[in-house]
């Protein structure tokens, strides 16, 4: 596969790693997240898999909402159930907003207060794809970046049109081409890259 690998359109936040990059993936997610001050009951849920940015965007919000916005990140997993139905309460009465991450759906989430769990499924879902094309190479470069490598575009693109389109795969593919560098004292290359992720010729 050759060709030129489309950019994202846009980003969000600074520069370097502290960018969240828009694409079809998230582009309907962080268009809702601009509308906070309208969600219905004061509240939505920010769905995405690990990886996703979810956070990244929650922390963007919040910083430009100020104390009218409250994060809650990681509720499907951990929460305080008597505090966040207070938090809910409190944005349905016109109170800060709340703003949930999770990585599944409240609807399966298993809720003891049985208020907590009728409000919270009453909130609307904003949804992160898992990366479309455009995405995938900007976040290779970010994962590495935070790693300290820096990639050829020649390998970035080479990558990314191979790999599975998931925010874990391309994690894992970063974690595995730094440990390759390291342990063959190289540069990342196309071919590097080859060896390491796919072990097959073109």
Known sequence: MTGQMPLPLSYRGGPGQSRFFVSDANRSAVAQIDQWREWPE?????????????????????????????????????????????????????????????????ASWS??????????????????????????????????????????????SYVALRLERRYAAIHDAAARLDAAALAMGRNLSVPLARRTLFDQED
């Open 42 to 106: 004061g509240g939505a849920v920010l769905l995405g898999p690990e990886g996703s940015g979810k956070s990244h965007l929650a922390r963007l919000t919040s910083e430009r909402a100020g104390k009218c916005l409250v994060v809650v990140e990681d509720a499907d997993q951990n929460r305080d159930e008597a505090g966040l139905f207070h938090l809910a309460n409190r944005a349905r009465n016109g109170g800060a907003a709340l703003l949930i991450t999770a990585r599944t759906p409240p």
């Open 111 to 156: 809720i003891t207060l049985a208020d907590l769990g009728s409000r919270v499924r009453s909130l609307p879902i904003l949804r992160i794809e898992e990366p479309d094309e455009a995405l995938m190479p900007e976040l290779l470069a970010k994962a590495l970046r935070a790693r300290g490598v820096v990639a050829p575009p020649d390998v970035l």
